[in-house]
């Protein structure tokens, strides 16, 4: 937590740098980095007040179903939606979606398509068509700046750590099983009202 905090201010000055540069690909390819670095701190200072044990849910009522599309629909990613049954539930909407937005980003970034999410209830489901989770997430969980298997590619390691803490925080559970068909399977449960 002390280090992303030493970074942020020089890496505010490299970003409002990199906006002053000429347009052009060198500054492109400037900008992309930089962009990197600053996700990676924040993702940085979100682990460090997670695992603080300081955050607390702002809970409020939402149906499930319309949730689900709104944190696919920020994401921009092509993810097939499935819905067996619609309920409302009393979660955190913002910590909803990082949840999901991670498990959707770890799908594509790790495993292969289609990538589904199907809500059944107070469960959502997230599967890929890849080479499934590595056992040693499916033994341990997730584990920060670790990705656990080269054939899931390259990564911090932070996104599932932080869909965890944030699945945590609002009382939910969060589970990491292959699917029998092959691929990822990541369950989160919502708690009852």
Do not use: C, K, W
Request: proline residues 7%.
């Amino acid at each position: 937590a002390d280090v992303a905090h030493e970074l942020r201010t020089p890496l505010t000055g490299l970003v409002t740098a990199a906006e002053l540069l000429p347009p052009g690909r060198p500054t492109q390819l400037v900008q992309n980095r930089v962009q990197a670095l600053r996700a990676l701190v924040e993702d940085l200072l979100e682990v460090s007040r997670l695992d603080a044990d300081v955050e607390s849910p702002d809970l409020s009522a939402v149906p499930l179903e319309r949730a689900v599309r709104r944190t696919v629909t920020l994401t921009g990613l092509d993810v097939r939606i499935g819905i067996t049954s619609d309920q409302e539930v009393r979660t955190d909407l913002r910590r909803l979606d990082r949840i999901l937005g991670n498990l959707l980003l770890n799908a594509h970034r790790h495993g292969a398509g289609p990538v589904e999410l199907h809500v059944d209830g107070r469960r959502i489901t997230v599967r890929d068509h890849g080479p499934g989770y590595p056992d040693d997430l499916l033994d341990h969980g997730p584990q920060r700046f670790r990705t656990n298997a080269p054939e899931r590619g390259r990564g911090h390691g932070l996104g599932l750590t932080i869909a965890t803490g944030h699945t945590r925080v609002i009382g939910a559970t969060l589970t990491f099983a292959n699917h029998p068909a092959g691929g990822a399977l990541a369950t989160l449960t919502l708690p009852p009202d």
